[in-house]
Every structure is written in C-alpha cells, then in structure tokens.
C-alpha cells in the first residue's frame, strides 16, 4: 500500500494562487515502480474524476487541458515529493485535489493506482 501526505487546499477568490504539495513516506518511488505517473486528480461536485496534472519517473509532465498555463507540477522522487503550483484559480477549479500515483510495479505485470485522501481547493468571491 502507498500513504499520502497531502497539504495546501484552501479557499481563495478568483484569479488567486495556492500550492499544493504532497509527501509519499517510504522506500523511494523509483524502488517501488518499473514506471509511474505522480501527480493530482480533482474531483468536483456532481462530476467525473478529472486528470490535473501528472509527472513520470524522467520528469515528463502532463496537463489536462483546463489547466494548461495556469498550473505547474513539480517532483523530486529522491525526495518523494510532488507539488502543483495553481495560479490564476476560477470558480470552476473548485474541487477536492487528490494525489496519485499510478504506474506498474516491481515484479508485477499489471498497472496499479493509489488515490490519497484528498484536500479541498473553494474558488470563490
């Protein structure tokens, strides 16, 4: 199993800034996954669960569409960190952001994923 440790959600207007950061304690992610993708999911009221933004063991990242040029994840995996700087937020960024990792681990041969327990971003004036 993998823990999260999950910090920064708040409540902002719009056109704020936050940053989330997330800790996975433990044995270094690169010792645990072949590959993995890190990062945030969101989840809105009455809404699908939506990809924020991800960043895989060589740094590659990812956005979803919503948030291109508003949003940057960083990661260290020496560290086992990730964060995701918000900026420029809208009402409609109003979420509970989860931090994730999924990815294929060691001497597995199927993709697994680990959700943790989520902290809220409220958007609003």
């Known amino acids: 199993q993998v823990q999260f440790v999950e910090s920064g959600g708040g409540s902002v207007q719009p056109g704020g800034s936050l940053t989330l950061s997330c800790i996975i304690p433990g044995n270094r992610l690169n010792n645990l996954f072949v590959k993995f993708e890190v990062g945030w999911h969101r989840q809105a009221p009455g809404k699908e669960r939506e990809l924020v933004a991800t960043?895989?063991?060589?740094?590659?990242?990812y956005y979803g569409d919503s948030v291109k040029g508003r949003f940057t994840i960083s990661g260290d995996n020496a560290k086992n960190t990730v964060a995701l700087q918000m900026n420029n937020l809208q009402p409609e960024d109003t979420a509970v952001y989860y931090c994730?990792?999924?990815?294929?681990?060691?001497?597995?041969?199927?993709?697994?994923?680990?959700w943790g327990q989520g902290t809220q971003v409220t958007v609003s004036s």
């Open positions: 960043v895989n063991e060589d740094g590659k990242t």
């Open positions: 994730t990792i999924g990815g294929r681990r060691w001497g597995t041969t199927r993709d697994v994923d680990y």
